[in-house]
């Protein structure tokens, strides 16, 4: 038990009720109670989670009656419930700001973008924990930033020093207490349409991360929409990265392990904040020697001389364009590339694909709940098949040696798997079964 209650958490109006419990909403049920929030005034709620003690949003209201809600990422503000709750004068919070109501000297590096967030803070890791025993990368990546906190709290581990958060246009709405040293916005593109009322409104969310921030926010050149529109909003605090600046030319960012010219972007931001926060040389050493991540462009390995390639975290437009073009420039020469596109849809802008038509050499697959009408909205053409696993059956057929299979499919996993790290991992099943044949 901490010996002095944080006074954002104090605050709250009882009862508190935690609306989504997964990761997030276990660190922050754990958070609560080790700042000495009774436990009887904490509520669980969760639609799919049978051990939650609400299910029904009118249920929890009306019985549970409780004063704060603690909302979860994953689940839109926008719902009527949450939006009642708050004009009879419910308070509406977040883990992330329980969790930065319980620092103390931390300082916070912030990273959001439709795409290349979740690299730029993994190379921006990298190269802290190249030369620092106690930073945390976490947020929407990996560990709750709640997860870290609680883990302070009970003496399991120091404070960082410095901290890195990939932050998700869903945490950027509900964030009060969240103060940024730095910050970057790596891409804007559409995305997440289902969930914001337009494009606008979406990008101004992303762009919210400014107002959090004390000294720069660093953008991403070749950042799809992202240049023009901090054209729009200008602000001294905005600089703008390219991998050809004048200071990062001493790194040899080239040198990298990462394939991939939206990698060299990716990295030219990392660097450019470690410049900007003073790090020393093990950091640029760290993000250069980064391999990449799981689940994007992984490269699964060469069996029966085809190359695989797991990019199951695509389900963005630019995601998979970008995937494409750096598998495309460095398969084999007369080999083909098999590109594997589809899943579940969410109001994703297929059209945006139709330039793939001029690899002639790539072959494309469709699978999923949207196959055909990311076919037909593409204009690509292909075979289509209902699941993943079908797909691979005949891409398994056909591809021959010096071939490259690559699973970038644009849509979300949700139609057939829980994540997209379920779905990537059932593709390196897969892959692994076709190699032992």
């Not at 002095?4 to 922050?28: D, Y």
């Amino acid at each position: 038990m901490i010996l002095e209650m944080s006074t954002f958490i104090k605050n709250l109006k009882t009862p508190i009720a935690i609306v989504g419990m997964a990761r997030s909403g276990e660190a922050a049920k754990q958070l609560l109670l080790l700042n000495g929030v009774d436990p009887s005034l904490i509520l669980t709620f969760d639609t799919k989670l049978p051990t939650a003690n609400f299910n029904d949003p009118q249920v929890l209201m009306d019985q549970g009656k409780p004063m704060t809600l603690v909302v979860s990422p994953g689940v839109p503000l926008g719902l009527d419930w949450i939006q009642r709750a708050k004009t009879t004068g419910v308070k509406i919070t977040s883990e992330l700001s329980l969790a930065c109501s319980c620092l103390e000297s931390e300082k916070i590096i912030g990273v959001t973008g439709s795409v290349g967030k979740s690299t730029t803070v993994s190379l921006i890791g990298a190269g802290l924990q190249a030369f620092s025993s106690s930073g945390f990368v976490g947020g929407n990546l990996g560990i709750p930033f709640s997860q870290y906190a609680v883990e302070v709290l009970e003496g399991k581990r120091s404070r960082a020093d410095w901290v890195v958060l990939e932050l998700s246009s869903y945490q950027l709405e509900n964030c009060e207490n969240l103060r940024l040293e730095f910050s970057a916005i790596t891409y804007l593109t559409s995305n997440h349409l289902e969930r914001y009322d337009s494009l606008e409104d979406y990008y101004q969310t992303k762009w919210n991360i400014l107002s959090m921030t004390a000294k720069n926010m660093f953008l991403n050149s070749g950042g799809g929409d992202l240049v023009s529109y901090s054209e729009k909003n200008a602000s001294p605090k905005v600089r703008v990265v390219s991998k050809d600046d004048v200071l990062l030319k001493s790194l040899h960012l080239e040198e990298a392990r990462l394939i991939g010219k939206h990698n060299q972007d990716n990295l030219a931001l990392a660097a450019t904040i470690a410049l900007a926060a003073g790090w020393p040389q093990k950091a640029f050493d760290g993000m250069k020697n980064f391999g990449g991540l799981v689940h994007r462009l992984e490269n699964v390995g060469n069996f029966k001389s085809i190359r695989f390639i797991n990019d199951s975290k695509a389900t963005a437009m630019d995601s998979v364009l970008i995937a494409a073009e750096a598998a495309h420039q460095t398969k084999e020469k007369n080999g083909r590339m098999f590109m594997l596109l589809g899943g579940r849809n969410k109001s994703l802008p297929w059209q945006d694909l139709a330039s793939l038509k001029n690899y002639s050499d790539c072959v494309f697959v469709f699978f999923g709940e949207c196959r055909d009408l990311a076919k037909e909205k593409s204009g690509l053409p292909g075979s289509s098949y209902e699941k993943l696993g079908e797909a691979l059956d005949h891409v398994f057929k056909e591809a021959r040696a010096g071939d490259t299979v690559l699973l970038s499919p644009g849509g979300t996993s949700w139609d057939e798997f829980k994540s997209f790290e379920d779905r990537g991992d059932f593709f390196k099943s897969r892959v692994k079964l076709f190699a032992e044949v």
